[in-house]
């Protein structure tokens, strides 16, 4: 029995492991569907999962419910690209001048660490509470992560690549478009998928934080505030934010699968 | 081993721009310049806020002031911290600590369970990566609603939401072993015990410590965000609501650069134990030559 639980693990393959997941995935369900309704757990607390599940589906037609998503997608989406179209240049800069890294070091050094729902009630003050505060917040929380990977992938740029460029007459400009973008494109989209989970977090916090408007923050809050409240409302909506996550999460590695195909070969060889 | 690939690259290493064995008067040299621009920075603001005359932006020297006034004009055998430092800033650390104390132990512990068999593994996926996608401020009115407002339901809410990445990065961690390691503690018949605690361990310490950091991090978050909520009566969070609702921008500028810095030191020290723990691991990572 020792030697089988810690043989080497022999990867099942792709049909085996999706049919794993999904039974896992189902048995978790009914875990919670029988601790429920054996009352294990107060029903109040943890409503059964077929309960949820058809509150999701109801959910879904509900056009309040689908304002309040669109909201809250629009946000995170709008956060998340303005986001992106600041870090990545700027990431290539501070990657690739040196000079510039060490004069605004300091400062990303001290912004970074601020944990962006203090920021929360200073924005709100000074912009108000409308969609801006919440897209301003994402786009403050998820520069970071962009910027990181930019950086980061910049330095593993192959030096003899761009020297060669360089030999051959390219200017600066040339060689970080040819060279270094493309070798560092895999670090960013992996920033992205980061940040794309850390916008969904600010969208959702400031939603609940400052409360007002539409959102899915604001409808799970509302249901917990409720006399009693909403429980099987309030998971319903969490597991809609949660397979969102999941699904962007899965679309951002299939494509990341596919355009940097010749980055994850590299990787597997190395494994 | 593609899964493998992708967790490591969602965790990359700290950005260290210097490089490793500079010599040490460049070195010095890049400091006082990072320093010296740090300073022109801190003067520019100082000099644009006090030409704006703001209310929302108050001049760098008056929040460093009311800091100052607000949490360290204390007596010097409490070292220097006031009351409101006593009765705000102390328990918020402290349950961020034991928070992220005890999601960190939960994770790694369960992280390790789940790792040791690529079977488990398989079946517990989904259900991880979804409670993983889910952001943890959405789950906070479940917690309300169970615990009521109040410790529990805070600490509850900071290890359930660090648990997760901690939990992934170190099943991730255990499973990627080289086999050839594991069939050499074959070869040598070591026992289970010893096979986890020097192989195994040993080899899913540097994705544990990528989880842990981003655990670390996310605690922070976490714990601002559960003290911002209606309810609470102390904690960082708790003093920036206050004055908010007072409209005292100064005191909440002040709050925000006090979690800054505490953001900061934290993950300084946290690199420190990590550099401690991990030196082996850099060692064997260095380049050759």
């Known amino acids: ?271 | 081993m593609k899964v493998a690939a992708d967790v490591a690259a969602e965790a990359p290493a700290p950005v260290e721009v210097l490089p490793a064995r500079a010599p040490r008067a460049a070195g010095l040299r890049r400091a006082a310049f990072r320093w010296l621009v740090l300073a022109v920075l801190l003067l520019l603001w100082e000099a644009a806020t006090r030409a704006a005359g703001s209310a929302f932006f108050p001049a760098p020297s008056a929040i460093v002031v009311r800091m100052r006034e607000m949490w360290f004009s204390g007596p010097p055998q409490r070292l220097f911290l006031t009351d409101v430092a006593v009765r705000n800033i102390l328990p918020s650390l402290g349950r961020m600590a034991a928070g992220f104390a005890g999601g960190a132990l939960a994770g790694v512990v369960l992280g390790l369970a789940v790792g040791l068999s690529a079977r488990v593994y398989d079946y517990l996926d989904g259900v991880l990566q979804f409670l993983r996608a889910v952001p943890p401020p959405a789950l906070v009115t479940v917690f309300l609603v169970v615990f009521g407002f109040g410790l529990r339901m805070q600490l509850a809410f900071i290890v359930f939401s660090i648990v997760w990445p901690v939990l992934l990065n170190t099943a991730d961690g255990a499973r990627s072993v080289e086999p050839l390691h594991l069939q050499t503690c074959q070869v040598f018949r070591l026992s289970r015990a010893e096979r986890l605690w020097r192989v195994i361990l040993p080899s899913a310490l540097p994705k544990m410590f990528a989880g842990l950091r981003l655990a670390l991090s996310l605690s922070l978050i976490v714990m601002v965000f559960s003290e911002l909520l209606p309810g609470t009566t102390n904690g960082i969070g708790f003093q920036l609501t206050e004055a908010y609702s007072m409209f005292d921008l100064t005191a909440m500028w002040a709050g925000i650069v006090l979690l800054g810095v505490l953001g900061y030191l934290l993950n300084e020290l946290f690199l420190v134990a990590e550099r401690r723990v991990l030196a082996w691991h850099r060692a064997a990572q260095e380049p050759v030559g």
């Not at chain 1, 998340?80 to 990545?88: D, F, R, S």
């Open chain 1, 1 to 271: 029995m020792s030697a089988s639980a810690l043989a080497p693990a022999r990867p099942a393959g792709t049909t085996t492991r999706w049919s794993r997941r999904a039974a896992g995935a189902l048995a978790f369900a009914a875990l919670i569907e029988l601790v429920s309704r054996t009352g294990l757990a107060d029903r109040e607390f943890l409503p059964p999962a077929t309960e949820i599940a058809a509150r999701m589906g109801t959910l879904a037609l509900d056009p309040a419910f689908r304002a309040h998503a669109l909201t809250s997608l629009l946000a995170w989406a709008a956060g998340l690209g303005l986001a992106t179209a600041a870090a990545v240049p700027l990431g290539l800069l501070l990657g690739s001048v040196p000079v510039v890294d060490a004069a605004t070091r300091s400062v990303v050094e001290f912004l970074r660490p601020i944990p962006s729902v203090a920021l929360i009630p200073l924005v709100a003050l000074v912009i108000g509470t409308g969609l801006q505060l919440r897209i301003s917040l994402v786009v403050y929380a998820a520069l970071w992560p962009i910027l990181y990977n930019t950086m980061y992938g910049l330095r593993g740029v192959d030096p003899l690549a761009k020297e060669s460029l360089r030999s051959y007459g390219f200017g600066p400009l040339p060689v970080l478009l040819r060279v270094s973008l493309p070798s560092a494109a895999p670090f960013i989209s992996t920033g992205v998928r980061l940040a794309a989970g850390v916008a969904l977090i600010l969208t959702v916090s400031t939603e609940i934080v400052a409360g007002r408007g539409e959102g899915v923050g604001v409808f799970i809050y509302f249901a917990g505030l409720a006399v009693p409240a909403r429980m099987t409302d309030i998971l319903a909506g969490v597991c809609w934010v949660g397979l969102f996550g999941v699904a962007v999460n899965a679309l951002l590695v299939a494509f990341e699968r596919r355009a940097f195909r010749w980055h994850h070969a590299r990787l597997e060889e190395r494994t």
